[in-house]
């Protein structure tokens, strides 16, 4: 079930927030980690929970549909 756009930022986590404003940059997840001070799985698990929520699988698919929920 997808949810309005509305309601897409009170479903995400500040932290999956987070890693969505860093999954714009050209960086892996291994980078993201570094600069937020967690492992590469922590980050993994945020981006999967993230494109769950989005109804998403790929880093592309996730900031347009953050571009148009008006999140980025």
């Known amino acids: 079930m997808t949810r309005p756009d509305a309601d897409l930022a009170s479903t995400l986590t500040r932290?999956?927030?987070v890693v969505l404003s860093h999954l714009?940059?050209?960086v892996t997840l291994e980078?993201?980690?570094t600069q937020l001070f967690v492992t590469r799985n922590t980050v993994k698990?945020?981006?999967r929970s993230l494109y769950r929520k989005l109804g998403v699988s790929t880093r592309a698919e996730a900031l347009e549909h953050a571009r148009r929920a008006g999140l980025r």
């Open 45 to 47: 698990s945020q981006v």
């Open 24 to 26: 714009s940059e050209d």
């Open 31 to 33: 980078q993201i980690a």
């Open 15 to 17: 932290r999956e927030r």
